[in-house]
């Protein structure tokens, strides 16, 4: 998406529904939650929220420049701008950054992830298929596809990437069962929080009972989130 109409568009409707932001300062670095709290559209600038968690160690600088991703209507977005100017006060922190100059639209990955907010976040269970050793995590974030765990950097490696996992005890809304399979470790990189990493997993074997279940969930969480931050 380039057309100066339709960037305006989106980032207005992000505003306007308070959508939860995610912000990487490195494009495999952690992603650290924000909010878009003010729009400029005569010049062209947005006010992002203070960065969580542990903004001490995020904190960012003009000149700097920033991935953002966001869920718009059951789609992920992102783009790519830098910070021209940081604004403190006695209570808060605001980043002031340039409109993009472009906008990619996910939907085309028909994958609709979402952040779970930091009161709503559980623990699940997971196992390598080649172990007998079963260790927590916990759930940072849902899609219809997989999930994004936080867990510590001793229990899993670069070199688990591609490997098996059994997780069990998942809890969802909205569902008397606690949810059980196997997932595919696909990516892995800091965590905001120190010694923890975060793992994205691609749940194996998807039925449509599991991905209906992940959906609502997603959507609940995302209204949450909204919540939260009105």
Do not use: W
Request: aromatic share 6%; proline share 5%.
């Amino acid at each position: 998406m380039t057309s100066p109409a339709r960037i305006s568009a989106t980032l207005a409707d992000i505003h306007r529904h308070l959508v939860p932001l995610g912000v990487r300062l490195e494009p495999d670095g952690a992603l650290y939650n924000s909010l878009l709290a003010r729009l400029d559209a005569i010049q062209k600038r947005l006010y992002l929220d203070r960065l969580t968690p542990d903004e001490d160690r995020a904190k960012l600088c003009p000149g700097q420049k920033i991935g953002v991703y966001a869920n718009l209507r059951g789609h992920a977005i992102r783009f790519s701008t830098s910070v021209d100017e940081v604004l403190l006060d006695a209570e808060s922190r605001l980043y002031l950054v340039r409109y993009p100059s472009e906008i990619s639209d996910l939907r085309r990955r028909d994958v609709f992830r979402v952040h779970l907010p930091l009161s709503q976040r559980r623990h699940v269970r997971l196992q390598r298929k080649e172990s007998n050793t079963e260790f927590s995590a916990q759930i940072v974030d849902l899609s219809v596809k997989g999930f994004c765990l936080e867990l510590n950097e001793a229990d899993i490696d670069q070199e688990q990437l591609g490997s098996r996992f059994e997780y069990s005890g998942m809890e969802l809304p909205d569902r008397r069962i606690t949810l059980s399979g196997e997932a595919v470790l696909v990516n892995l990189r800091p965590s905001a929080r120190p010694g923890a990493l975060s793992a994205g997993f691609a749940i194996a074997n998807l039925d449509p009972q599991t991905e209906q279940s992940l959906m609502r969930a997603s959507l609940y969480y995302q209204r949450e989130a909204r919540r939260l931050r009105a």
